[in-house]
């Protein structure tokens, strides 16, 4: 059974950076494709990026986030990263990563209902 953990989140003033790290353990995650998502106080869950299976050659961003978070899969470390720059205090949130399995192909996909297996959450606070 494939576990997540989310690690790296924590208190960042404006305009610093954070690297989310989520770790997988009882499967290889090779096959897995990785959502990052987040939730705000009172507001509802938001994909934020995905990264495709195996070598990662897909990734996608929200709007809010393109060209400031990137993410990132080390297979043989059996972990993938949200490296998350210029941080806002809108981006505070629970952040968590998920995985579904693909046989095949480079599918990103930045529907949270894709997922089957989620992380417990970290938390990010961007703030003065």
């Known amino acids: 059974q494939l576990q997540l953990v989310e690690t790296g989140g924590g208190l960042v003033q404006p305009g610093g950076s954070l690297r989310l790290s989520c770790a997988a353990s009882?499967?290889?995650?090779?096959?897995?494709?990785i959502g990052w998502f987040r939730q705000a106080p009172g507001k509802e869950r938001e994909a934020v990026s995905c990264?495709?299976?195996?070598?990662?050659?897909?990734?996608n961003y929200a709007d809010s986030v393109k060209g400031r978070f990137t993410s990132s899969r080390d297979n043989t470390q059996n972990t993938a990263y949200l490296q998350m720059n210029s941080l806002k205090p809108e981006d505070t949130a629970v952040y968590y990563c998920?995985?579904?399995?693909?046989?095949?192909?480079?599918?990103?996909?930045?529907?949270?209902?894709?997922?089957?297996?989620w992380g417990q959450g970290t938390q990010v606070t961007v703030s003065s």
């Open positions: 990264i495709s299976r195996r070598s990662g050659a897909r990734t």
């Open positions: 009882g499967v290889p995650l090779a096959s897995y494709a």
């Open positions: 998920a995985a579904v399995f693909f046989p095949l192909g480079e599918m990103c996909i930045m529907e949270g209902a894709t997922y089957k297996h």
